[in-house]
């Protein structure tokens, strides 16, 4: 069966499997040949596992560190004739590929915001690995169930205060265009704090904690971005920023709780990179289509696994490099802001056109990235047959 990208603004509706599997076996294959991360964790648990930074994660902990790992994530399967989303082929392909090299790798799809599916999980953690010593917090959704009284959140991308307006890019058309977002109201400010802040993360951790299935000395973390100036006002200063400030104060309170186990919580500022959560963020793709040019430039590129690799190897097992900022934060997004770079980005945005797009920007690069996430552009696939 021959199957085609169809992209519809920021989702691409069609997921090719066979080109899933083999962009999680490159991506191994690339670990394999980095140094291995001695003291890093045994057992790993990370929710959100399936795509993006927390995909990466679990690659790293397997390939790198040798981890038994634990992903829980919500994808939709294939069956009834239909092919399921990428998530879903690149979590089967992990757990196979670690199963071969001797580790335990195991999946559960559910939402991770229930109390089912963190019930479900303790029991698998208990039947298969006894206790998990490195707890990875990746997840980004649109909506949230309260597993207490049943109400559903929505999270917003908007501003907060006043109106936001900015050029951005027309993915589908590859055009520069205008956009301008309405400031987010109280209510909606409140329910993205509630999907995207960090009461599930600490929900977790305490019942993990309840259940003993952490062992002494966990780490957990929890990753975030920051980003340029120019986006502050639908990110940092907008409502995901508002939630961002909420996992923050979250990861104090779960340091303190997590002493006595003589462990530590963390959140990562990580860098922008091509992801299904990024291609949403108005003005971010043309931002990371530029930053991709001028990085590449300056060799300093990074995707979501040279990112978890640097993070592992450079950070959060290695206490002599592991500086914090001044909130107490890991920043893995240095490179990304250093001033050259930002500086060389800044002047490009303010004068790319529509016009100029492949001579200002790594535009095509982005594209290919973004259908790489669907299995697509992925070399040694066959996609004529």
């Known amino acids: 069966m021959i199957i085609q990208p169809k992209v519809r603004g920021f989702v691409c509706t069609t997921t090719h499997p066979v080109g899933c ?4 076996k490159e991506q191994i294959a690339y670990l394999k040949n980095r140094p291995v991360i001695s003291d890093g964790p045994r057992n790993v648990l990370v929710i959100g596992a399936s795509t993006g930074y927390g995909l990466a994660s679990k690659m790293v902990a397997s390939a790198c560190c040798n981890a038994n790992s634990i992903g829980v994530f919500f994808e939709r399967p294939e069956g009834e004739g239909k092919f399921g989303s990428p998530g879903f082929y690149n979590a089967q392909a992990l757990d196979k590929i670690s199963t071969a090299l001797g580790l335990i790798s195991e999946s559960i799809n559910g939402d991770a915001f229930s109390d089912e599916i ?22 980004a959704s649109s909506k949230r169930v309260d597993p207490v009284t049943g109400e559903i959140y929505k999270s917003v991308l908007k501003p907060i205060g006043e109106r936001f307006s900015s050029k951005t890019i027309n993915t589908d058309k590859a055009k520069i265009c205008e956009i301008e977002l309405e400031p987010a109201d109280d209510k909606e400010i409140f329910d993205t704090v509630k999907v995207m802040g960090g009461e599930d ?14 062992a002494d000395g966990v780490k ?22 508002r939630a961002k400030e909420h996992l923050d104060e979250t990861r104090k309170q779960l340091s303190i709780v997590l002493a006595k ?8 500022v990580n860098k922008a990179v091509v992801t299904q959560a990024s291609a949403a963020i108005p003005v971010v793709p043309l931002y990371i289509s530029i930053l991709m040019k001028v990085m590449k430039e300056k060799n300093l590129w990074e995707g979501c696994l040279e990112q978890m690799y640097r993070l592992f190897s450079s950070k959060l097992y290695n206490v002599n490099e592991l500086q914090l900022d001044d909130q107490g934060r890991i920043r893995l997004d240095d490179l990304e ?19 100029t797009i492949d001579e ?22 066959n996609y004529n047959s």
């Open 21 to 24: 599997e083999v962009s999680v």
């Open 118 to 139: 963190k019930t479900a999980t303790i029991d698998l953690i208990r039947k298969r690995v006894g206790q998990v010593d490195c707890v990875i917090y990746s997840l």
């Open 201 to 214: 993360w600490a929900r977790w951790i305490n019942v993990l904690l309840s259940a003993k299935v952490l």
């Open 220 to 241: 957990t973390i929890a990753y975030s971005y920051i980003g340029p100036e120019m986006t502050w006002p639908i990110y940092a200063k907008g409502t995901i920023g």
């Open 261 to 268: 186990l003589g462990g530590r919580a963390y959140v990562s």
């Open 337 to 355: 802001m250093r001033a050259d770079v930002q500086s060389t980005v800044m002047d490009i945005f303010s004068k790319i056109t529509t016009e």
């Open 360 to 381: 200002l920007s790594n535009f095509s690069g982005y594209r290919e990235e973004f259908l790489k996430l669907f299995g697509f552009c992925i070399d040694g696939v």
